[in-house]
């Protein structure tokens, strides 16, 4: 896909704090970067309101709400996504050992609320109805807000893949880098 850069000091702006983020997280925004040059619009919904939306959280700790996003974007199956919620998630201060963990599917090695996320997420994505078990028990360890929170972690995990794809940016998921060695990313499947 082609687009022409626009001149104006607003795109000069964007522009440089695009290549700011892509190199802090080493990640291509090369979707946005063709959302803001073909609909502002969109640029401007998919920035101010989703971008805020998928960031925040008021009960959940970034450990458990790495682990759900991190969950739903391998079901999406989108490496680059993954890569930068594991980067992501690293800035914030998560183990990079829980990291591996999530992204390569060893649930025996994460703490049990960690699993539950990890496992609750899986079920949601795969569209089990089910959950309600693990649903009250995420309710008990985290609350109603937590919840809410792991919903917003849940449901932004899975918006980014799907919009890269729809615009012919979409990658799969591989290999994923966590604390400086590669992991196998495994996809989440509900047990």
């Not at 609909?39 to 458990?64: E, H, I, N, Q, V």
């Not at 089990?128 to 932004?156: C, F, N, P, T």
């Not at 992991?183 to 499947?189: E, K, P, S």
Request: with cysteine; proline share 4%.
């Amino acid at each position: 896909m082609t687009f022409s850069p626009k001149t104006s000091p607003v795109s000069f702006f964007v522009e440089r704090n695009l290549r700011q983020m892509e190199t802090r997280y080493d990640y291509s925004f090369d979707y946005v970067r063709y959302m803001w040059h073909t609909s502002r619009s969109a640029f401007r919904r998919f920035s101010f309101g989703f971008m805020w939306f998928a960031k925040g959280r008021d009960a959940l700790p970034a450990d458990a709400a790495a682990i759900a996003g991190i969950v739903s974007t391998m079901h999406a199956d989108c490496g680059p996504c993954t890569q930068i919620s594991v980067n992501i998630a690293l800035e914030a201060g998560v183990d990079p050992k829980i990291l591996e963990h999530a992204v390569s599917g060893n649930l025996d090695a994460l703490p049990a609320n960690l699993a539950l996320i990890y496992r609750f997420a899986s079920a949601i994505v795969a569209g089990d109805y089910q959950a309600g078990e693990m649903r009250e028990e995420v309710i008990r360890i985290y609350g109603e807000k937590g919840l809410i929170d792991l919903a917003s972690a849940i449901a932004s995990g899975q918006v980014y893949p799907m919009m890269k794809r729809t615009m012919g940016f979409g990658e799969t998921c591989l290999k994923v880098r966590v604390g400086g060695q590669d992991v196998d990313a495994h996809r989440a499947i509900a047990a």
